[in-house]
């Protein structure tokens, strides 16, 4: 009987020694498969999203750019610098100013960050991602939950006391915001 063949993965991390730096992941090959995202040296690694939820980031970044003032820049999976060694990778940013330039953008030049919930980022989206961009100041963090079926959006703005908190809520797929800037946001079900 022949031995079952070994799986070859198309990309694997390269053996690394002690924390991760910016810099290392910067240096990684593109991988369009999955994210990988730093936090204090450590390596977070997702696969990109389903197609549903591409659809809804789609989307959401669709209406924003549609409503963008002109000074202001709707990008998609973007990676942005946070202090030290932490890199994200939104699935939607809006930029406070556009053309920037480089493969990391910094977190001060973030106006909005929007995250749509999967199975395998919802603690990170929901807690560790929220900590982080409100510790960097993040003005805005739009969370989009496919959950059920039917898409929940909810705005957040970043309070006095460097907390988030909720000034929208998503109603019958529909999720209406005056700030930043006035927009509507459809979410497909």
């Not at 789609?58 to 963008?68: D, N, T």
């Not at 079926?149 to 909720?166: Q, R, T």
Request: proline share 8%; with cysteine.
């Amino acid at each position: 009987m022949a031995a079952p063949a070994e799986a070859k993965p198309d990309y694997l991390l390269p053996n690394h020694e002690g924390p991760w730096t910016l810099e290392d992941v910067l240096a990684l090959p593109e991988d369009n498969s999955q994210r990988i995202e730093l936090v204090d040296g450590m390596l977070y690694v997702s696969p990109l999203g389903t197609s549903e939820h591409q659809h809804l980031v789609f989307e959401a970044a669709s209406c924003l750019r549609g409503a963008c003032p002109k000074e202001l820049q709707t990008t998609i999976e973007l990676n942005v610098q946070f202090d030290g060694d932490r890199l994200f990778i939104p699935d939607f940013t809006v930029l406070k100013r556009r053309g920037l330039k480089g493969l990391a953008v910094p977190a001060a030049d973030v106006l909005l960050i929007g995250e749509v919930i999967s199975r395998t980022t919802k603690v990170n989206d929901l807690v560790l991602k929220r900590q982080m961009y409100a510790e960097a100041g993040v003005p805005y963090y739009l969370i989009i939950d496919p959950a059920n079926g039917a898409p929940k959006a909810k705005l957040l703005e970043l309070g006095e006391e460097g907390k988030y908190v909720e000034i929208a809520r998503s109603e019958n797929g529909v999720l209406e915001i005056e700030r930043p800037f006035p927009v509507t946001i459809e979410l497909p079900s």
